[in-house]
């Protein structure tokens, strides 16, 4: 079992940029597929990047691509998601997930593991 707790997000003007990190616990965080997710007020939880357990292999969505990188030191137990040229709608809450997978996991159903969420507002 693994418990994650997400840092840095708050809030930054448009074209900004912000660092989100996300802490784990345990001792095989690098067995583990890591995912980023975001939720805005009324609307679905949505995928945003996700990182194999090597960190060799990632993905993103269409919506955040050329602009967020997701990174992972699995020294420290930590995945990263850099966040440049933020726009006003990457508003949300954004949550860090885990699953013990070989994959890249690109769809909240395929994890067990999250964490309470940081938020990140952009304001305009």
């Known amino acids: 079992q693994v418990q994650l707790v997400e840092s840095g997000g708050g809030l930054v003007q448009a074209g900004g940029s912000l660092r989100l990190s996300c802490a784990a616990s345990g001792r095989t965080f690098s067995r583990y597929a890591m995912g980023w997710f975001r939720q805005a007020p009324g609307k679905e939880r949505e995928f945003v990047a996700a990182?194999?357990?090597?960190?060799?292999?990632?993905d993103y969505a269409d919506s955040v691509k050329g602009r967020l990188t997701i990174s992972r030191d699995n020294a420290k137990n930590t995945v990263y998601l850099q966040m440049n040229s933020l726009k006003s709608e990457d508003t949300a809450v954004y949550y860090c997930?885990?699953?013990?997978?070989?994959?890249?996991?690109?769809?909240?159903?395929?994890?067990?593991?999250w964490g309470q969420g940081t938020q990140v507002t952009v304001s305009s």
């Open positions: 997930a885990a699953q013990l997978s070989a994959a890249v996991l690109t769809s909240s159903y395929q994890y067990n593991y």
């Open positions: 990182i194999s357990w090597s960190g060799g292999r990632t």
